[in-house]
């Protein structure tokens, strides 16, 4: 089992006022799953997919990764297990906008402290695997939309991560360009990686073997579509 | 604790003052003209201490020189007025009664002009000595000899011939046995000296050296005129109990009581080096100053864009950390940010404080001194007020939380 909430709690304070990210949530998701979050706005699907990609911490009970408890880590592991084990890819892309697509790419490796004769192999492969190998050295702003969510899951792979996060990837796409980002998550599930992905679209979320329905920060539905 | 990215954080600091360079040279103004002012005084400092060894070089400091006047005035020119003359009289007591002493030489100038068949000089320095005054000036005879004690106590017309006089006169090498007309009067040339150059602002070949007693017979105003007296120390290291041993001589001889002051001023290099050393010690104080007051400011303005910075640049830092960058990562990207920033202040104001100096030195005749420690000191003083200015906004960047930073718009 790669990922186990147990009680999962997350409240945030506004003033003296506690908001309810998630209540209670108990789940677990297996290496190699390609699992869909639905549920409305406001529901929790991002503050779970924080907490899961190590960007925030539960206020109580507790996460299991690999078998090992991760409610209470440091600042220093939280960000060596954002290195190692996530792949994050935004609905605003996210991308450095000084830098080009291959610097981009790199990133994720210089704070693994990854040679750079190897980070740059690395990286070009990224690129190549998602069909950008003619536009490495562009910056964002001289590339499309879906080219830049192409940029941002190459930069999610660099690193062979244990899993990848992606919070509604097509929300700033069209219909098209959006089918494109979703068949080449399929493909990289295809290939063995586990994927999470927060998604308003039903026809997204159909994409996957198993899709969590949240309301309210709690679990409402959880089915295996396939 | 390997800190990743370093060169990548040169790079993206680069850039990210290239994108705003109006803005960048705004902030390091202050730290160019600070590093600027410090270079250049140092450096001037560094030219003037360069001339003056040269000049102290020239007189020695085992000399004492007595006279009516101080070099230093610390009192009122009335009282100094009022003392009694300084005579050769006294200047042969002298030699009579100090045992620290190797030569007591007396010496007197006057200005006038000096012929040679058909040339004459004019505004030539005339010098009245004996015969120890060229030990006591390290100068060399060329030709011929200096002048002799017969000559003084004879009252002699005769003259050594400084250096300028003898190219003035058409370098006649055989002008040694010559006459030449000194003010008029014809005197027989015994000697001529080698070429000393200037001091103290002081051209020294244009001179002529004439007994002392001769030279008095002559002056005008002779009864009012006041002779200055040089002891040369047999040491240094003796120079202390010499001086001594001369005031309380002088004392003698103008039969002062206990409680009356000395009427008379010793002189030496020594405290002109003093004067010098206090004069520029206090440049070197408002260097200090100005230098800090605008790196200071330098700095000020270093925190505030870097601060500026790092607010533009939230999201910037919410995806490093989404993508592992530790604290210190962000901390040492920002720093490197802060230190590029303050380097290429800090490279302008070495050039522009060399500059000054330099350009100086070419108009003048000030020499330039290129001081390696001046660099090294602008290079220290930019280096650490970019990290003092610059470890605030960098911690403030690197504790930002990555859920906040991420959602920064
Ligand atoms: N930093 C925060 N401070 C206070 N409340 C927060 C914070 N982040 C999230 N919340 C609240 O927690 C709840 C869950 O938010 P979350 O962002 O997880 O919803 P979501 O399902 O991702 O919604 P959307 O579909 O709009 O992205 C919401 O009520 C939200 O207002
Ligand atoms: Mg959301």
């Not at chain 2, 620290?100 to 010098?127: F, M």
């Not at chain 2, 400084?162 to 007309?181: E, P, T």
């Amino acid at each position: 089992m790669l990922i186990h909430l147990e009680r999962a709690t997350k409240i945030y304070l506004l003033g003296n006022e506690k908001i309810y990210g998630l209540r209670d949530v108990n789940l677990s998701i297996e290496k190699g799953e390609y699992v869909s979050v639905m549920g409305p706005s406001g529901s929790g699907k991002s503050t779970m997919l924080n907490i899961l990609g190590f960007l925030d911490k539960l206020t109580s009970g507790r996460y299991i990764f690999n078998g090992e408890d991760v409610s209470s880590l440091s600042e220093e592991k939280l960000a060596f297990y954002r290195n190692r084990t996530v792949g994050f890819i935004f609905q605003t892309f996210n991308l450095l906008p000084r830098m080009t697509a291959l610097g981009n790419v790199e990133l994720p490796l210089i704070y693994r402290g990854v040679r750079r004769d190897v980070r740059l192999r690395s990286a070009r492969s990224a690129l190549a695997s998602v069909g950008l190998s003619k536009r490495m050295y562009h910056r964002p702003n001289e590339l499309s939309g879906g080219e830049r969510q192409r940029v941002a899951i190459a930069r999610a792979i660099v690193g062979s991560p244990s899993m990848i996060l992606a919070d509604e990837p097509t929300g700033n796409l069209d219909q098209a360009t959006g089918e494109e980002i979703i068949q080449i998550l399929d493909s990289l599930h295809d290939a063995g990686n586990t994927i999470i992905l927060v998604t308003h679209e039903e026809s997204v979320a159909r994409h996957a073997d198993r899709i969590i329905r949240l309301r309210d920060g709690r679990v409402e539905s959880d089915e295996r579509i396939r | 604790m390997r800190y990743a990215g370093v060169r990548e954080s040169f790079r993206t600091a680069i850039s990210s003052l290239r994108v705003r360079r109006t803005r960048a040279f705004l902030t390091i103004l202050g730290i160019v003209i600070g590093v600027a002012t410090v270079i250049a005084i140092v450096s001037f400092i560094a030219g003037l201490d360069r001339a003056v060894e040269k000049e102290f070089a020239s007189i020695g400091s085992d000399v004492l020189y007595i006279g009516k006047y101080p070099w230093i005035w610390t009192g009122k020119w009335y009282d100094y007025r009022r003392r009694p003359n300084i005579t050769v009289d006294i200047a042969d007591r002298l030699r009579e009664r100090l045992t620290y002493a190797e030569y007591v030489v007396p010496e007197i100038t006057e200005n006038g002009s000096v012929s040679y068949r058909s040339t004459t000089v004019e505004d030539v320095n005339i010098v009245g000595t004996s015969q120890d005054y060229i030990y006591i000036e390290n100068a060399e005879v060329k030709m011929g000899r200096f002048l002799s004690e017969i000559e003084n106590a004879r009252k002699r017309h005769s003259v050594v011939l400084g250096w300028g006089l003898f190219d003035a006169f058409g370098s006649d090498q055989g002008i040694v046995g010559k006459r030449v007309y000194i003010n008029g009067r014809p005197f027989k040339v015994v000697g001529v000296l080698a070429r000393r150059g200037r001091a103290f602002g002081r051209e020294r070949d244009n001179m002529v050296y004439i007994p002392i007693k001769t030279l008095l017979k002559y002056a005008k105003h002779r009864q009012r005129r006041s002779v200055n007296i040089c002891v040369k120390g047999r040491s240094i290291e003796e120079i202390g109990l010499l001086r001594e041993e001369v005031i309380s001589a002088m004392r003698v001889i103008r039969g002062l009581k206990g409680y009356e002051e000395n009427d008379f001023s010793i002189n030496e290099m020594s405290q002109l080096l003093d004067m010098y050393a206090s004069q520029t010690k206090n440049i070197y104080l408002a260097m200090v100053l100005i230098g800090a007051l605008s790196l200071l400011v330098g700095g000020v303005g270093v925190m505030n864009i870097m601060l500026v910075s790092v607010t533009e640049r939230t999201r910037e830092i919410g995806v490093r950390k989404a993508l592992g960058a530790r604290r210190r990562d962000i901390l040492t990207q920002f720093l490197i940010e802060a230190l590029v920033l303050c380097w290429v202040g800090g490279v302008i104001g070495i050039m522009l404080g060399f500059l000054l100096p330099f350009l100086v030195s070419v108009a003048t005749e000030f020499p330039f001194a290129f001081s390696v420690k001046a660099v090294a000191v602008g290079f220290l003083f930019t280096t650490g007020v970019a990290i003092f200015f610059g470890m605030y906004p960098a911690a403030k960047a690197a504790k930002k939380d990555p859920i906040y930073a991420l959602r920064y718009e």
